[in-house]
């Protein structure tokens, strides 16, 4: 009784204070939580087991866009999703999804639970939570002032999930440190991953993405930079951060058949025969045009399980209900071609886990090409605003690889650009700097970029960083306030405006420019 | 003139913008008129240190650190050699302990370094982290003013260890903390000096707001086949902004 009385106290609470954070237009993504927490602090554990599943994401990029797009998915199945959608993904941001979707005669109004977790937080949440199915993006590194290192983050996954009763994981192969996760455990694993032969067969007019880096003639050599030193020169465009390159179980360097970015690829170690593991889901035959379009190859043995029922929600305790062994029965392989409104290469790996572990709960592929199609990208994720009849690009931010991500999506675009650039280095965004030099700012040396606004409470460090990557002076502007760097932006002459901004500025820029243009706001809630 | 640049373990220990460290260092040899040769030297790589003006070391993680820190078995001898001709070095973080005598763990096992700075590192509780300021040290700080207009006595950047640093009597420290932990945020010192070598905890990278300490560098390098050279300035008012502006948020 007692755990009753603190769960609805805590209930009471946290809708409280979502009020008074919504009377303040203030977003309360997570303080209703850490309230109601101090009130219940196992509210998370008492909670999770009405869900007949709870599915967790988590890795260094791409959670919130996959999280975003299962939940689509599941939801055009017509499944109800309860979910931390607005990116607060550590224990008081899931606490805040969970009580925001519990009525207050004490059930749940959701039956599946969606939760992506802060890589740092899955210690705490996967105890409370308990998910029966586990989703890896991938690990690159990001804010080593919280997570030191990587192999500490992946150590903390490793432990989180060994503690799982009953786990399913669905794993992207082609990184090495997040499929390494799946070997030795007892649990079930399904891996997903990006074919060699990703160019398409596409129609005439749609652009052929390159994966690969390096091969791209676009990037770095472009620009300026031609009269280079070749020492420096090599310094500016070489090195693409890549973690992992040695083998987690032997301390081998591992070899490469074929990289996609960073440590993404097909790989092997020639001392203990770790490798890429088969995959169960592939995606081949990229083409990018005004969509995103891929085929995935889907083995048989997958998605052929016991899929979750529509059926009327259970009240009852998750317990109750089996999880469905993945049959090991081989059906022929098949084709799934989808069309996705995003852009970018990385998203290709996006869409493949949430269609992963959206054929695996039984999702039907006919839901999932008509659903896809409708997606629309969460708040900095490549969003799209019309500003004075122009297109202003809002992407976010955080670390080298996924930085060099939106580079290569900006840079292979026509036309003349202008950026506002803004760095803060507030906890959330990571108190250290230092990973903007290992990012490849040196593309934006490339003449369609006319003018580069460094903004945010680190625009003097990134100014800096630009000068040596190689961006002329008279393109570097400092304006580190968010409205002024805005107005310096709308004021520039070129074709198309982005603004790049750690996860601190995103929200603020979001409204500004939203304010600004009013135009094609694309926003998934 | 022409400036010979080894960066060693570029695969290895590049945790922190490490990269940025030597693109800095090459470019402002570069802006100069100094042709530079950049050779990048890891583990299998047997190379004559002495042969180089400047030897650049990063940080690295645990598994990483732990495959330089047996290479480092055969290597050290020969780095030790070209420290002590007047090769001018920078380590920073992780590479600054592994150069050390030894760093002893938690649990008391002691793992033997190369010696080449007289200091030992011991495994701390906490992590010693945040924006950094220093004084640099008396004697440093006149012949960082050399090749500049505005002289500069301030070091800024980001630490982020647990390890604590102490440091023998043979060696002096690189600065003074004025705000933030430094070597083990108890003596009040940080990094170290030893001839033309040098050890510190600061990221940022550690030169890319102290440009003063970068053209020290250079120039020390430069000494031991040129004797005293004459850097000539550079326009630096975005460096020395990015300086001023953390100093002032940390004063």
Same mark, same amino acid.
């Given at each position: 009784?007692?755990?009753?009385?603190?769960?609805?106290?805590?209930?009471?609470?946290s809708r409280l204070v979502s009020g008074t954070c919504?009377?303040?237009?203030?977003?309360?993504?997570?303080?209703?939580?850490?309230?109601?927490?101090?009130?219940?602090? !196992?509210?998370?554990?008492?909670?999770?087991?009405?869900?007949?599943?709870?599915?967790?994401?988590?890795?260094?990029?791409?959670?919130?866009?996959?999280?975003?797009?299962?939940?689509?998915?599941?939801?055009?199945?017509?499944?109800? #999703?309860?979910?931390?959608?607005?990116?607060?993904?550590?224990?008081?941001?899931?606490?805040?999804?969970?009580?925001?979707?519990?009525? @207050?005669?004490?059930?749940?109004?959701?039956?599946?639970?969606?939760?992506?977790?802060?890589?740092?937080?899955?210690?705490?949440?996967?105890?409370?939570?308990?998910? !029966?199915?586990?989703? #890896?993006?991938?690990?690159?590194?990001?804010?080593?002032?919280?997570?030191?290192?990587?192999?500490?983050?992946?150590?903390?996954?490793?432990?989180?999930?060994?503690?799982?009763?009953?786990?399913?994981?669905?794993?992207?192969?082609?990184?090495?440190?997040?499929?390494?996760?799946?070997?030795?455990?007892?649990?079930?694993?399904?891996?997903?991953?990006?074919?060699?032969?990703?160019?398409?067969?596409?129609?005439?007019?749609?652009?052929?993405?390159?994966?690969?880096?390096?091969?791209?003639?676009?990037?770095?050599?472009?620009?300026?930079?031609?009269?280079?030193?070749?020492?420096?020169?090599? @310094?500016?465009?070489?090195?693409?951060?890549?973690?992992?390159?040695?083998?987690?179980?032997?301390?081998?360097?591992?070899?490469?058949?074929?990289?996609?970015?960073?440590?993404?690829?097909?790989?092997?170690?020639?001392?203990?025969?770790?490798?890429?593991?088969?995959?169960?889901?592939?995606?081949?035959?990229?083409?990018?045009?005004?969509?995103?379009?891929?085929?995935?190859?889907?083995?048989?043995?997958?998605?052929?399980?016991?899929? @979750?029922?529509?059926?009327?929600?259970?009240?009852?305790?998750?317990?109750?209900?089996?999880?469905?062994?993945?049959?090991?029965?081989?059906?022929?392989?098949?084709?799934?071609?989808?069309?996705?409104?995003?852009?970018?290469?990385?998203?290709?790996?996006?869409?493949?886990?949430?269609?992963?572990?959206?054929?695996?709960?039984?999702?039907?592929?006919? #839901?999932?090409?008509?659903?896809?199609?409708?997606?629309?990208?969460?708040?900095?994720?490549?969003?799209?605003?019309?500003?004075?009849?122009?297109?202003?690009?809002?992407?976010?931010?955080?670390?080298?690889?996924?930085?060099?991500?939106?580079?290569?999506?900006?840079?292979?675009?026509?036309?003349?650009?202008?950026?506002?650039?803004?760095?803060?280095?507030?906890?959330?965004?990571?108190?250290?700097?230092?990973?903007?030099?290992?990012?490849?700012?040196?593309?934006?040396?490339?003449?369609?970029?006319?003018?580069?606004?460094?903004?945010?409470?680190?625009?003097?460090?990134?100014?800096?960083?630009?000068?040596?990557?190689?961006?002329?002076?008279?393109?570097?502007?400092?304006?580190?306030?968010?409205?002024?760097?805005?107005?310096?932006?709308?004021?520039?002459?070129? !074709?198309?405006?982005?603004?790049?901004?750690?996860?601190?500025?995103?929200? !603020?820029?979001?409204?500004?420019?939203?304010?600004?243009?009013?135009?094609?706001?694309?926003?998934?809630? | 003139?022409?400036?010979?640049?080894?960066?060693?373990?570029? +695969?290895?220990?590049?945790?922190?913008? +490490?990269?940025?460290?030597?693109?800095?260092?090459?470019?402002?040899? &570069?802006?100069?008129?100094?042709?530079?040769?950049?050779?990048?030297?890891?583990?299998?790589?047997?190379?004559?240190?002495? &042969?180089?003006?400047?030897?650049?070391?990063?940080?690295?993680? *645990?598994?990483?650190?732990?495959?330089?820190?047996? *290479? $480092?078995?055969?290597?050290?001898?020969?780095?030790?050699?070209?420290?002590?001709?007047?090769?001018? $070095?920078?380590?920073?973080?992780?590479?600054?302990?592994?150069?050390?005598?030894?760093?002893?763990?938690?649990?008391?096992?002691?793992?033997?370094?190369?010696?080449?700075?007289?200091?030992?590192?011991?495994?701390?509780?906490?992590?010693?982290?945040?924006?950094?300021?220093?004084?640099?040290?008396?004697?440093?700080?006149?012949?960082?003013?050399?090749?500049?207009?505005?002289?500069?006595?301030?070091?800024?950047?980001?630490?982020?260890?647990s390890g604590k640093t102490f440091l023998g009597h043979?060696?002096?420290?690189?600065?003074?903390?004025?705000?933030?932990?430094?070597?083990?945020?108890?003596?009040?010192?940080?990094?170290?000096?030893?001839?033309? =070598?040098?050890?510190?905890?600061?990221?940022?990278?550690?030169?890319?707001?102290?440009?003063?300490?970068? &053209?020290?560098?250079?120039?020390?390098?430069?000494?031991?086949?040129?004797?005293?050279? &004459?850097?000539?300035?550079?326009? *630096? =008012?975005?460096?020395?902004?990015?300086?001023?502006?953390?100093?002032?948020?940390?004063?």
């Amino acid at each position: 009784m007692t755990a009753w009385w603190r769960l609805n106290s805590a209930l009471l609470i946290s809708r409280l204070v979502s009020g008074t954070c919504r009377l303040f237009r203030y977003p309360g993504t997570s303080l209703p939580g850490v309230i109601a927490l101090k009130i219940c602090p !196992d509210a998370v554990s008492l909670m999770a087991p009405a869900y007949d599943r709870v599915i967790a994401i988590t890795g260094t990029n791409g959670k919130t866009t996959t999280a975003n797009l299962l939940a689509h998915f599941l939801r055009a199945a017509g499944y109800s #999703v309860a979910h931390n959608s607005l990116g607060a993904n550590m224990l008081p941001g899931v606490a805040t999804a969970l009580f925001r979707d519990r009525r @207050l005669r004490g059930q749940s109004s959701s039956r599946i639970a969606l939760l992506e977790v802060d890589e740092g937080s899955v210690g705490k949440v996967f105890a409370a939570a308990r998910p !029966d199915l586990v989703v #890896v993006t991938n690990y690159f590194r990001d804010q080593l002032d919280r997570y030191w290192e990587l192999e500490r983050t992946t150590a903390l996954l490793r432990e989180a999930v060994a503690r799982l009763p009953r786990v399913s994981l669905v794993l992207n192969a082609d990184d090495p440190l997040v499929a390494a996760i799946g070997q030795g455990q007892a649990q079930d694993a399904r891996y997903f991953g990006v074919l060699k032969d990703i160019q398409g067969s596409g129609s005439e007019n749609s652009k052929k993405i390159e994966a690969v880096h390096g091969a791209d003639p676009e990037i770095g050599s472009a620009g300026p930079m031609d009269g280079e030193p070749a020492a420096i020169a090599g @310094l500016v465009n070489a090195c693409e951060t890549r973690e992992g390159r040695f083998c987690q179980h032997c301390g081998t360097a591992l070899t490469y058949n074929y990289f996609h970015f960073g440590q993404l690829g097909d790989y092997y170690c020639s001392n203990c025969g770790f490798r890429r593991p088969a995959l169960d889901y592939a995606a081949w035959g990229l083409s990018e045009s005004e969509l995103l379009g891929m085929s995935i190859t889907v083995q048989g043995r997958s998605g052929s399980g016991e899929a @979750l029922s529509a059926s009327k929600p259970s009240a009852g305790h998750r317990s109750a209900i089996s999880i469905r062994q993945w049959s090991a029965s081989a059906a022929a392989p098949r084709q799934l071609k989808l069309n996705a409104p995003l852009r970018g290469f990385y998203n290709v790996y996006n869409i493949l886990a949430a269609t992963a572990v959206a054929v695996e709960m039984g999702v039907g592929d006919p #839901v999932i090409q008509s659903a896809v199609q409708t997606y629309k990208p969460a708040t900095g994720r490549m969003q799209e605003y019309t500003i004075g009849g122009r297109h202003c690009i809002l992407a976010l931010i955080k670390n080298p690889v996924g930085a060099n991500e939106v580079l290569k999506t900006l840079i292979q675009t026509a036309g003349s650009k202008a950026l506002v650039i803004a760095i803060n280095d507030l906890a959330a965004d990571g108190r250290d700097v230092s990973w903007l030099w290992d990012a490849d700012f040196a593309c934006l040396a490339h003449p369609d970029i006319s003018k580069i606004i460094c903004a945010g409470l680190r625009a003097a460090d990134f100014a800096v960083c630009l000068k040596y990557a190689g961006v002329p002076l008279e393109r570097i502007e400092l304006v580190p306030e968010r409205a002024a760097s805005l107005r310096r932006l709308i004021a520039q002459p070129a !074709d198309k405006l982005y603004v790049l901004a750690t996860y601190t500025n995103l929200f !603020d820029y979001a409204k500004l420019l939203g304010h600004r243009g009013g135009g094609t706001e694309q926003n998934a809630h | 003139m022409r400036i010979r640049v080894c960066h060693l373990y570029p +695969d290895l220990l590049n945790l922190y913008g +490490d990269r940025g460290n030597v693109l800095i260092f090459c470019r402002r040899a &570069d802006w100069r008129g100094i042709e530079v040769q950049l050779d990048q030297v890891s583990l299998p790589d047997r190379v004559k240190f002495s &042969d180089y003006d400047y030897i650049f070391v990063g940080g690295g993680a *645990d598994l990483e650190q732990g495959l330089v820190s047996k *290479d $480092l078995e055969q290597k050290g001898p020969l780095l030790i050699d070209a420290v002590e001709q007047g090769v001018a $070095l920078l380590s920073i973080c992780g590479g600054y302990q592994l150069l050390g005598r030894y760093y002893r763990a938690q649990d008391g096992a002691t793992l033997p370094g190369v010696g080449l700075f007289d200091l030992y590192t011991e495994a701390g509780r906490r992590r010693l982290k945040g924006n950094i300021l220093l004084q640099l040290a008396p004697e440093l700080q006149k012949e960082a003013g050399n090749h500049r207009e505005e002289e500069l006595g301030t070091l800024v950047g980001f630490e982020n260890h647990s390890g604590k640093t102490f440091l023998g009597h043979s060696v002096r420290p690189l600065a003074r903390t004025i705000r933030g932990h430094g070597n083990n945020g108890e003596d009040g010192t940080e990094g170290v000096s030893y001839k033309n =070598a040098f050890g510190t905890y600061l990221h940022g990278p550690f030169l890319s707001k102290n440009p003063h300490f970068a &053209d020290l560098l250079i120039a020390r390098a430069l000494s031991r086949r040129h004797g005293v050279v &004459d850097l000539a300035p550079l326009d *630096d =008012a975005l460096e020395i902004n990015a300086h001023r502006v953390m100093e002032g948020r940390l004063r």
